[in-house]
């Protein structure tokens, strides 16, 4: 059994609660379930996240910005993702490759197919399964994340309204392009609701996984 199932959404938008409710669901239905997060997941991936986000780094080049996210991924693809997958188990990924498309290719413009080509190199052309999407608003979603832990609040987090709202529209667009791999959820349900629906719609992915691979 192999799954590996990556979690996006603008800023706010309940993606934490929701992976460890399914971590917890599946793991009730005797999966073996790794979670992990984006950027980080590793020691040098946490060194690589504290310099990403740490508000003084208000200089940051986009450039270089997009080349620490993908570092970050591929240190934690390398160390943690790909090896848990060979060992047969569900991943459950807290943003990944795709967050780059929608945060450094939608929100800063930076060119779509160059973020693809560096970001398979990053990945070692690893894709998700599925992807599932929490849709929230960037305005409710960092009023959200505003009335939450301060020390939680970072360099992304204080860009424009206009700046998430272009991320949200580059979701959508991303989404669009494939559907069949991602789920769109709106996350302004309950978190026991919208857990119901991610969980319901999960379902033919980890029958599809089971017929792949029969015990
Ligand atoms: P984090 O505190 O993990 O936010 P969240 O709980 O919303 O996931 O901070 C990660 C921030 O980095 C978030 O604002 C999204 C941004 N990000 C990118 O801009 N590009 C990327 O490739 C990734 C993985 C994250």
Redesign the pocket.
Known sequence: MTLFITFE?P???G??TQIRLLADALRSQGYDVLTT????GTVIGDAIRSV??SIEHHTMSPRA?TLL??A??AQIVDEVIRPALDAGRIVLC????D??L???GY?REQDLDELRALGRYATAALTPDVTIYLDIDPHAGLAR?RAGDAA?W?R??EETLAYHQAVRAGYHALAAQEPERWLLLDATARPGVLHETLLSRLEPHLIAMKERNPA
């Open positions: 959404g800023e706010g938008s993606k934490t997060r984006e950027p980080g990403l986000l910005e996210f993908n970050a991924r807290d943003r990944y490759a967050s780059t929608a945060y450094q929100g994340k939680e970072n992304m987090e």
